[in-house]
């Protein structure tokens, strides 16, 4: 008993590393799509567009890995593998929603975000990050 504990810690904690791993990369995806720094654009200038995007990209990785992980065997190498590897199938296809987003609309997307006033852009883009996710966490389960 104490050893299934043991292992069930270890696994939650390798998990959350993957996880916490994923997020960042995530962050970072989102920083690198919008003019100016993240960090900047939300926690000082406080602009909606950008903590909109960045939500619903951290909300898309969230549901792949909760998936990925419930969905996965026993076997806690495997499932770190499958996981990181869905985590990494979903950060690459909602990246390329943004990017056909952006090719279809009449200026860069990305400065529309990183604009003060709220743009219906930001919506268009955090539902594909969804919606994205949900369609791997389908295939996954």
Not at 23 to 42: A, E, F, H, N, S
């Amino acid at each position: 008993m104490f050893q299934e504990l043991l292992f069930g810690l270890s696994a939650a904690i390798a998990y959350g590393i993957v996880g916490t791993v994923l997020m960042i990369l995530g962050y970072v995806l989102v920083d690198l799509v919008t003019p100016g720094k993240l960090r900047d654009l939300i926690w000082v200038n406080r602009n909606a567009n950008a903590a909109i995007l960045l939500v619903s990209g951290l909300l898309g990785v969230g549901i792949i890995l909760t998936t990925a992980i419930a969905a996965s065997s026993n076997d806690l190498v495997y499932g770190l593998i499958g996981t990181l590897s869905y985590g990494l199938l979903g950060l690459i296809l909602m990246g390329l929603s943004f990017l056909l987003i952006d090719a279809v609309t009449p200026r860069r997307l990305g400065d529309e975000l990183s604009t003060e006033s709220a743009h219906p852009g930001t919506w268009v883009s955090a539902a594909a990050h969804v919606v994205i996710a949900t369609i791997i966490a389908a295939a996954i389960w």
